[in-house]
């Protein structure tokens, strides 16, 4: 009879999990940005507004719109009941504006099933619309203490270098990372989430993908990965191009209906191509068609009855 052998640990038996608990948290504590959203004065709706514009966004441009929002919007009720027009436009140019809309929905679900409070439980907020895995997570530990395991990008690069010696992770966050990024957690409450924020911090600043500065890392002396040489990613990931996508030109259409308010759809090339938006592309006449009907499909513009685009009312 064959023996199965026997599944190979999450932790490898080499890891001193404590001494990597204590590594990472003491420079923590000494490097951590000072971010608003991590102030204990931060409301959990602060926490949920900052989680969904951090998503593919830099920390340098979400700091002055999260400021604003939060001014503006300081609860969900405010934001659940604020024209839509006034949400895209206050989105400004943080990127994938239906993340806007996006929070406009969870705002208001909030206010009808919460009243009006961001619920602690993790699985209200993954109930909420546009709320996944991962930003219900965050908002546990991060806005109320539940030690959650928080698993984006800068997490599973960290542990994947530093527990199991590979350059990168996978695209995909698979279950073997999440139950490897789970038996890390420390089992004290308080230090389970100051390490969910000190493992991302510590990919974000140190641990980086493409220029990670190991003679600044805590965890250079017992990585696996810098103990195994170093070796370089099994998959290269390919940067995400820009130019001369839709993408590109579908930001430049909102950048233009931002600025001015109402353009005329037949105005659209002229306008848009003389906001310089899109360097030296010019996209033909069915890429133009192209990003104007999905912007109108998605509910990012509406167009009124003398044919121009709008913000949706």
């Known amino acids: 009879m064959d023996v199965m052998p026997a599944p190979a640990p999450l932790v490898p038996p080499t890891v001193d999990v404590p001494r990597l608990h204590d ?90 099933r919460h009243d009006g409070r961001v619920p602690a439980d993790p699985a209200a907020l993954r109930a909420l619309p546009g709320i996944g895995e991962y930003t219900a997570a965050a908002v546990a530990s991060f806005a109320f203490g539940v030690p959650e395991t928080v698993v984006d990008t800068n997490v599973r690069r960290v542990i994947a270098r530093a527990v199991a010696g590979e350059a990168l992770p996978g695209r995909s966050l698979t279950r073997a990372e999440m139950r490897r990024a789970q038996a890390l957690m420390p089992e004290d409450p308080a230090r389970a989430n100051a390490w969910n924020a000190a493992v991302m911090e510590l990919g974000a600043l140190v641990c980086t993908a493409r220029s990670p500065a190991c003679d600044r890392c805590p965890l250079a002396e017992t990585c696996a990965w810098v103990a195994a040489g170093s070796p370089p990613p099994v998959e290269v990931p390919r940067g995400q191009t820009w130019a001369g996508t839709d993408r590109q030109v579908r930001g430049a259409v909102m950048a233009a209906v931002r600025e001015h308010g109402r353009v005329a759809e037949a105005e659209v090339p002229a306008v848009v191509v003389a906001g310089g938006r899109l360097g030296s592309h010019r996209p033909d006449d069915a890429q133009w068609a192209r990003c104007v009907a999905g912007l109108v499909s998605d509910g990012l513009l509406a167009r009124d009855d003398d044919g121009g685009l709008t913000f949706p009312a």
């Open 23 to 112: 590594a990472v948290l003491g420079w923590f504590a000494v490097h951590a940005r000072d971010l608003p959203w991590r102030s204990p004065d931060c409301s959990p709706w602060g926490v949920l507004v900052s989680e969904i514009m951090l998503q593919q966004t830099p920390v340098v441009r979400v700091l002055p719109r999260w400021r604003e929002w939060l001014e503006r919007w300081p609860t969900p009720a405010d934001l659940a009941v604020a024209p839509t027009a006034d949400v895209l436009t206050a989105w400004d140019r943080l990127g994938y504006p239906r993340r806007s809309l996006r929070l406009q929905e969870a705002a208001r679900a909030v206010v009808e």
